[in-house]
């Protein structure tokens, strides 16, 4: 009897397309049976997002346009880790960067975007967050800066779907053990 859930055996890998710091790869593969299958995977660098609190329990979060879904959603702040960067100090400078907003920066857990995705996501909670500074945005942000009550937040924005990195705001909830 064979191992159906061995590794497949990878023949080939091509990069289709690559532009800020995501791509997609064409990867041959063998399966298992013997048969030879082609994959395409998002491949991007590891990232992390935040569920940021105030001391009195606003949730801070990024409002902007993304055209995946084609809206304007809720986000928890966060990005790309960049190489040698460790997940907690990323998430630091992201926050500080998206927001203004600097806090305790806590580890909540980390996770697989997908099935076809490499990309490997740090979930983190920032408690006692206060402003000290402007944002200081990417040239392809546009953020929107907004609070909201956690009952709001989980109500409104998370249980409807409203937002992005809602497995790091589970995993950040959890946490906090308010699930």
Wanted: net charge negative.
């Amino acid at each position: 009897m064979s191992d159906t859930t061995a590794p497949w055996r990878e023949i080939e890998r091509t990069t289709v397309f690559s532009k800020f710091g995501r791509a997609v790869d064409q990867v041959d593969f063998e399966m298992p049976d013997g048969r030879k299958e082609q994959f395409y995977l998002k491949r991007e660098r590891p990232a992390g997002a935040v569920l940021a609190l105030t001391p009195d329990q606003q949730v801070i979060l990024a409002r902007q346009y993304r055209p995946g879904p084609n809206q304007v959603l809720y986000e928890l702040p966060g990005g790309y880790i960049e190489p040698g960067e460790q997940p907690a100090a990323a998430i630091a400078r992201e926050l500080l960067e998206e927001t203004g907003y600097q806090g305790t920066i806590t580890e909540a857990g980390s996770y697989w975007l997908d099935a076809y995705s490499t990309v490997h996501r740090h979930a983190f909670l920032a408690t006692d967050c206060i402003r000290v500074a402007e944002p200081q945005p990417e040239r392809t942000e546009f953020i929107d800066v907004v609070t909201l009550p956690l009952a709001e937040f989980r109500e409104r924005v998370l249980r409807r779907g409203a937002m992005t990195d809602t497995a790091a705001a589970y995993l950040a909830l959890d946490h906090l053990r308010l699930l």
